[in-house]
Structure formats: C-alpha cells, structure tokens
Antibody
Framework: EVQLVESGGALVQPGGSLRLSCSASGFTFNKNSMHWVRQAPGKGPEYISSISGNGDTTYYADSLKGRFTIFRDNSKNTLYLQVSSLRAEDTAVYYC????????????WGQGTLVSVSS | QTVVTQEPSFSVSPGGTVTLTCGLSSGSVSTNSYPSWYQQTPGQAPRTLIYSTNIRSSGVPDRFSGSILGSKAALTITGAQADDECDYYCVLFVGSAWVFGGGTKLTVL
C-alpha cells in the first residue's frame, strides 16, 4: 500500500526557513515523479512544485519560483521541500503527492503537514 | 496567468444527477490539458477521482464520470448520495505546471 508521511511543519516567524520531508513507502520511489501541493486555511489547493524520479528535472509554479526548492533522496525514499523567506501567506497544509505516471495527474496524497507563519 | 474556473457551489437532490465544470479563463479545455478531478471532505487530504479526462481512479464508484463538454472538462455524479456532499477540485496541466480550479462546494439536499 502506498504511504506518504509528511513532517517538518511548524510555527515559524516571518522571514524564517523550513524544510519539509515526505517519507514514502509501498512503491518504487525512484521510478516516480513527486509533487508538493499546499492548501491555505479555507482555500483550495495550490500547486507548488514537482520533481522527476531521478531528481534531474524540477518544475515550479510561476508565482512561487525563487523561495521554494524541491529535492529528493532516493536512497532514503524521501522527498523534501525547502522554503525560505516565509510569509504569513505561506501558512497552509503542505501535501506530498505521488505522480500517476504518464497521465499528468496526481495519484496518492499524504495527510499533510501544517506550516504556520506568524510572529 | 492561467486561471481555471469552477462553479463556486452547486446543489443536487439525493439520487439526482449533477455536472460540475472546469474551464480556462482563456481558451478551451481539451484532453491535452489532462483534466483530473479530486474530492475533499473537511479535514482530509484530497482524494483522486478522475484522471486523463475520464478514467476513474481505483475504488471510485462508477457513478462518477468525467468528460469534455464543449470547451470545458466536466465531472458528472449520477445518483448523488449524502456523502458526496463535499468540495470538488479540477486540475489542468497547462504549459509545464498544474493549475487547480477554485473548487465547487457540492450540497446534497
């Protein structure tokens, strides 16, 4: 069974940084692209970033380029999202999502990790 | 900037049929946008319903179906049930990124 477990969410002050992690199991991690999606309180989900199975190719939402960095460690079956210069509007649940290969869509979602940005 | 449009809310009677749509602020939705649909109940992560326009994800009842209607992607629920009352989001692949619609809150009453 596919399992995605996010961690690293926290209460952070504006301007701070955070690294989110997603531990994956139940599938061949290095054969699958992965994504990060976030959802602010009371809002719809927002696409952040994607990374190919071998980590060579990354995509970012145009509006979020620059402060977000996606990367992965296939030896640890773990996906990461580094976020810097955090702002109040970055407050959201951050989801790790497995790609459904060849269909340009999302497959399985983790339960998410909450990032709160406040002074 | 690409904007994906959805009806903010919709209502359907139990047992009824409802079609939710997903459009683009400029242009038409086609299968080349790989429309997908996600269902979300309060406090839970989204769940994949439909991908590649009309393919149901594993375990999704066949009363959920996807299609292209005119210039939009569509999600049709046939025989709506009380537990279908939740939020529905479409996603389109545009350029080199995925764009979410604003979501439709479906009420079953």
């Amino acid at each position: 069974e596919v399992q995605l477990v996010e961690s690293g969410g926290a209460l952070v002050q504006p301007g701070g940084s955070l690294r989110l992690s997603c531990s994956a199991s139940g599938f061949t991690f290095n054969k699958n692209s992965m994504h990060w999606v976030r959802q602010a309180p009371g809002k719809g989900p927002e696409y952040i970033s994607s990374i190919s199975g071998n980590g060579d190719t990354t995509y970012y939402a145009d509006s979020l380029k620059g402060r977000f960095t996606i990367f992965r460690d296939n030896s640890k079956n773990t996906l990461y999202l580094q976020v810097s210069s955090l702002r109040a509007e970055d407050t959201a649940v951050y989801y790790c999502v497995k790609d459904r290969g060849g269909t340009w869509s999302f497959d399985k979602w983790g339960q998410g990790t909450l990032v709160s940005v406040s002074s | 900037q690409t904007v994906v449009t959805q009806e903010p809310s919709f209502s359907v009677s139990p047992g009824g049929t409802v079609t939710l749509t997903c459009g683009l602020s400029s242009g038409s939705v086609s299968t080349n946008s790989y429309p997908s649909w996600y269902q979300q109940t309060p406090g839970q992560a989204p769940r994949t319903l439909i991908y590649s326009t009309n393919i149901r994800s594993s375990g999704v009842p066949d009363r959920f179906s996807g299609s292209i209607l005119g210039s939009k992607a569509a999600l049709t629920i046939t025989g709506a049930q009380a537990d279908d009352e939740c939020d529905y989001y479409c996603v389109l692949f545009v350029g080199s990124a995925w764009v979410f619609g604003g979501g439709t809150k479906l009420t079953v009453l």
